[in-house]
């Protein structure tokens, strides 16, 4: 199953190795986005689901996400270009961390690094996404 994510592009293998050889050692299993959970970002370009590493997501500790992304028929989206911003409204605070799109890993999924919450309570995650259909955003509400 693993293997087949990173067939369709073989130079991204080295680098999906290696974080597998990480994950292995941190006993992490990479996540599984489920496509049925695809929520559409604000203008609808896009179709966007994610599974966390961490299920629960446990405070404090650092984690990954993989962020599934389509367009708005439903085909995967390569080549984007992810911000992740966010933070807890309620307290007026951003991420304690700053969390990247690290690799591609095909079927529109990207690996998404060093997400961490801080606290328990409500927290917003904000995804934007930069590709060929132009910008857009998705916010996702997390109570932690
Ligand atoms: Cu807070």
């Known amino acids: 199953m693993r293997k087949t994510l990173f067939s369709s592009c073989p130079a991204l293998f080295p680098l999906a190795a290696l974080?597998?050889?990480c994950s292995a050692f941190s006993e992490v299993a990479l996540p599984i986005p489920d496509p049925a959970?695809?929520?559409?970002t604000t203008l609808g370009r896009y179709r966007i689901s994610y599974a966390a590493a961490l299920d629960p997501i446990t405070i404090?500790?650092?984690h990954a996400w993989v962020v599934r992304i389509t367009d708005a028929g439903g085909a995967p989206v390569a080549n984007a270009d992810i911000q992740i911003s966010g933070g807890m409204p309620a307290h007026d605070h951003g991420l304690p961390t700053?969390?990247?799109?690290t690799a591609y890993l095909g079927d529109g999924r990207y690996l998404i690094e060093g997400m961490r919450f801080h606290m328990g309570g409500a927290w917003e995650l904000v995804l934007t996404v930069r590709a060929a259909q132009g910008t857009d955003s998705l916010s996702l509400s997390l109570d932690l």
């Open 19 to 21: 974080w597998f050889a």
């Open 60 to 62: 404090n500790r650092i």
């Open 37 to 40: 959970s695809a929520q559409p």
């Open 98 to 101: 700053a969390p990247q799109a």
